[in-house]
Every structure is written in C-alpha cells, then in structure tokens.
Nanobody
Framework: QVQLQGSGPGLVKPSQTLSLTCTITGDSITTNYYYWTWIRQPPGKGLEWIGY???????FYNLSLASRSSISWDTSKNQFTLQLKSVIPEDTAVYYC???????????WGRGTQVTVSS
C-alpha cells in the first residue's frame, strides 16, 4: 500500500526558506512512470500545482513559482523535498505531496501539511 507522508515546520517567517519533505512507503521513488508532485491550497482558494520530480530525477515547476522553488530527492531515503525561498504571507497554505501516475492522474495524496508564513 502506497503512502506519502509530508513533514516540515508549521510556521515560517517572511523572507525565510520553507523546506518540506515527503517520505514514500510502499513504492520506490524511481519506479517508472511516476511523477512526485507538490500541490498547495491557500485558505479559501483552489489547488495550485507547484512542481514535480519524476522517476528520472527531472524536475518541472509552475512558472509563477519557478524562481523560488526547488524540488530534489534522496533515493536512499525514498524522499523528495520542496524548498521555497523568500516566502511571503501569500505562501500560507496546506501543502500536499502527491503521486501522479503519468497519463492516469493523481492517485495517492499525503494528508497535507499546514504552513503559515508570519512574523
């Protein structure tokens, strides 16, 4: 059974770097043809796609966040990590780590990590 568990600080100060890690169990991060994705939902708003790292280790980002975002992985720990630099209050959201089965959609979601950006 595939499970994704996100972890990270619940509170980050403006201008700091947010770092979130997703630990995968029940599957390998290098399994064909999965895309390991970060999605967020600000309060009162819809879902916003942030970016992914795929089974090859290639990354792709939402253009609106690309200059501040970085996604990496640690294959030995079966984890992938989101770093978001220079955070602002508008980055306050629930952050989800998600598996996309390429061509079949998002099939496994982590529970979500609430992140608040505030001084």
């Amino acid at each position: 059974q595939v499970q994704l568990q996100g972890s990270g600080p619940g509170l980050v100060k403006p201008s700091q770097t947010l770092s979130l890690t997703c630990t995968i169990t029940g599957d390998s991060i290098t399994t064909n043809y999965y895309y390991w994705t970060w999605i967020r939902q600000p309060p009162g708003k819809g879902l916003e796609w942030i970016g992914y790292i795929n089974y090859h280790g290639s990354t792709f980002y939402n253009l609106s966040l690309a200059s501040r975002s970085s996604i990496s992985w640690d294959t030995s720990k079966n984890q992938f990590t989101l770093q978001l630099k220079s955070v602002i209050p508008e980055d306050t959201a629930v952050y989800y780590c998600v598996r996309e089965d390429y061509g079949f959609g998002y099939d496994h979601w982590g529970r979500g990590t609430q992140v608040t950006v505030s001084s």
